[in-house]
C-alpha cells in the first residue's frame, strides 16, 4: 500500500558537483579548493584531497548505469570552469574539457538519465581569485557569463535543465565570514555583502544570457541552501533577529532569483550601517528580466536564533558582522547528527515549500539535496558488503513525508534529489562522512549500493512509499 504518492513525473534522483566526483584529475587550471590542497593537505580529514576525487572522470559511465539501476530518473552534477575554459578572460573552450564533458552527457542520454548540470559548485578559478578577488570583483561576473555561454552553446542541445549556481549564500559565509573555505576570511561583512550581491547578478546575467542562446525545451533555475531562522521565543527581539536572518540568509538570494528585487528591509538596514554593496547602472532591470524558470532547494538543517544578548565573538569585531542582529540559540529539544553536528529537523521542509507557495506563487521547484552524512559507516556492513543503513531511510522518510503533506496543499514541488548518489569528497570533511546511496570503497573504488540505494529504487518505482 503507496501511503505517500508523489505527482506524476517526480524527479527521484541525486546531487553531486564536479570538483567533489571529477575532482582536479587532468584539469589545466586550480581552482580555489585544488590550490588550498596543494598549500595546506593538513586541514583536509586524513589529507584526502580532490585530486581524483570519486574517479568519475573515469569511471562516469559504469556510475550512470548504476544510478540507473537504483532507480533513479535524474542527476545533477556541474561543469567545472577549470576544466571547460581553457582562458578565462576570453571563454576560450578547453578541447580535453569540452571533450569529456561531451561524453558524459551522452552516457547520461545513453543511460536514460536525466542530465541536471549546473554550472558553479564552490570552484573558483585561482587565476580569477588572485586578479580580481573572485567573486567580490564585477570583473568575475562577466567572465562567468562567458563560460556560461560556452557551456550553453556546446551542450545545450542535449542538456534541457540547467542551474546556474549551487549555494551561492555559502561563498561569502565560508570563506569571508566565519572562515571555514578558503581564503579563510573572518569578519569581513561588508566584503561578503559584495559578494552575495555579484552572485546574485551574476546569476541573473547568466539567465539572461540563457534566454539569448534560444535553447530549445531549455529551463534553468538555482541552486540555494534554505536555512529557515527558528527564533527562541516570540518575542519582538527574538522576531526580529530571526526576521533578519533569513533576509540576509536566506531571502537575500530568494527573492532576486525568484522576484527580481533584493529584499527591501534588508537593503535598508544595510544602507543605515553603511555597507550596502555597489550596485551597476541598470541593474534592477537586469534582474527583473534574469528571474528563474524554477528553483533548486537544498534543505540540511534549520537555522535557530535570538536576539543577540552576548558579545560578539572576538574574530568578528574588527569590522561589520550580520551577527550584530542575532545569535545562534541552542534549542534544548534538538536532534543532532552527531557526524556532521547538523540539527535534524524534517518539518522545516514542509515550512520551506509552503513558503515558496505563499511567497512566489506558481513557482515550479524541487528538492535539490537533503541528505545525512554519517561517519564509520563500515560498522553497518552487512556479511555481504552491503552498508544496513537504516537511520538514512528514516531520515529520508521523515524529509518526505513533510513534503508530501506540502504537495498535497498546493506547493508545486516536482522532484526530491538525494545527496548524494555515490559517496563522493567532500571538501575539508573529504571523505569523513558518507552520504550516498551507494558506498565507495577508497582503495578499490569498489562501488556497493546500501540498503538506502535499494529503498529508493522501490521507492521510485512506486513513486511513493
Ligand atoms: C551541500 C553542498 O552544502 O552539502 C555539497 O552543496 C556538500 O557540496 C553537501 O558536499 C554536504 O555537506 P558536507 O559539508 O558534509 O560535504
Not at 88 to 100: D, H, I, L, P, Q
Not at 157 to 180: C, H, S
Not at 222 to 228: F, K, Q
Request: net charge negative.
Amino acid at each position: 500500500m503507496i501511503q505517500y504518492a508523489f505527482p506524476k513525473n517526480f524527479w527521484w534522483g541525486a546531487a553531486s558537483s564536479g570538483p567533489q566526483t571529477e575532482g582536479f584529475f587532468n584539469k589545466a587550471h586550480l581552482n580555489l579548493m585544488d590550490y588550498w590542497f596543494k598549500k595546506e593537505p593538513e586541514v583536509f580529514f586524513n589529507r584526502v584531497g580532490p585530486d581524483r576525487a570519486s574517479e568519475f572522470f573515469t569511471r562516469y559511465d559504469e556510475d550512470l548505469k548504476l544510478i540507473k539501476s537504483i532507480g533513479l530518473n535524474s542527476f545533477r552534477t556541474s561543469i567545472q570552469w577549470t576544466r571547460l575554459i581553457d582562458d578565462f578572460e576570453t571563454g576560450k573552450v578547453n578541447k580535453e574539457g569540452a571533450a569529456f564533458y561531451n561524453k558524459l552527457i551522452d552516457a547520461f542520454l545513453k543511460h536514460g538519465v536525466l542530465p541536471v548540470i549546473n554550472l558553479y559548485h564552490f570552484d573558483m578559478p585561482l587565476e580569477l581569485f588572485q586578479k580580481y578577488g573572485g567573486w567580490s570583483g564585477e570583473k568575475t561576473v562577466d567572465l562567468f557569463v562567458l563560460f556560461a555561454r560556452a557551456a550553453f552553446k556546446l551542450f545545450g542541445d542535449r542538456v534541457k535543465y540547467w542551474t546556474v549556481i549551487n549555494e551561492p549564500m555559502v561563498q561569502p559565509e565560508a570563506g569571508w565570514l566565519y572562515g571555514f573555505h578558503y581564503p579563510n576570511y573572518k569578519g569581513k561583512g561588508a566584503e561578503a555583502v559584495q559578494i552575495m550581491h555579484n552572485l546574485a547578478l551574476a546569476s541573473a546575467k547568466t539567465i539572461r544570457a540563457f534566454r539569448e542562446e534560444n535553447i530549445k525545451g531549455g529551463e534553468i533555475g538555482v541552486i540555494l541552501n534554505l536555512t529557515p531562522a527558528y527564533t527562541a521565543s516570540d518575542s519582538d527581539e527574538d522576531k526580529k533577529a530571526g526576521a533578519f536572518a533569513d533576509d540576509f540568509f536566506n531571502n537575500s538570494f530568494l527573492d532576486p532569483a525568484c522576484a527580481g528585487v533584493f529584499p527591501p528591509a534588508l537593503v535598508e538596514t544595510l544602507k543605515k550601517d553603511g555597507v550596502l554593496w555597489k550596485a551597476q547602472d541598470g541593474e534592477n532591470e537586469i534582474f527583473q528580466s534574469g528571474k528563474v524558470d524554477f528553483l533548486g532547494v537544498n534543505y540540511y538543517h534549520p537555522k535557530r536564533v535570538a536576539a543577540r544578548k552576548s558579545p560578539l565573538p572576538q574574530e568578528l569585531r574588527s569590522e561589520w558582522t550580520p551577527d550584530v542582529y542575532f545569535e545562534e540559540y541552542d534549542w534544548p529539544q534538538k536532534r543532532i547528527n552527531p557526524y556532521r553536528g547538523w540539527e535534524i529537523y524534517p518539518k522545516a521542509m514542509y515550512d520551506i515549500a509552503i513558503n515558496i507557495k505563499n511567497k512566489y506563487p506558481g513557482l515550479p521547484w524541487y528538492v535539490s539535496e537533503n541528505g545525512m552524512g554519517v561517519e564509520g559507516e563500515e560498522r553497518f556492513m552487512d556479511e555481504n558488503g552491503v552498508i544496513q543503513d537504516d537511520y538514512r531511510i528514516d531520515f529520508y522518510k521523515e524529509h518526505l513525508i513533510y513534503l508530501h503533506k506540502a504537495i498535497e496543499e498546493g506547493s508545486k514541488c516536482f522532484g526530491f534529489h538525494a545527496w548524494t548518489a555515490f559517496d563522493c569528497w567532500s571538501w575539508n570533511n573529504a571523505y569523513k562522512n558518507r552520504y550516498g546511496y551507494i558506498s565507495v570503497d577508497l582503495e578499490s573504488q569498489k562501488r556497493t549500493i546500501k540498503k538506502s540505494g535499494w529503498w529508493i529504487k522501490e521507492t521510485a518505482k512506486n513513486n511513493g512509499f
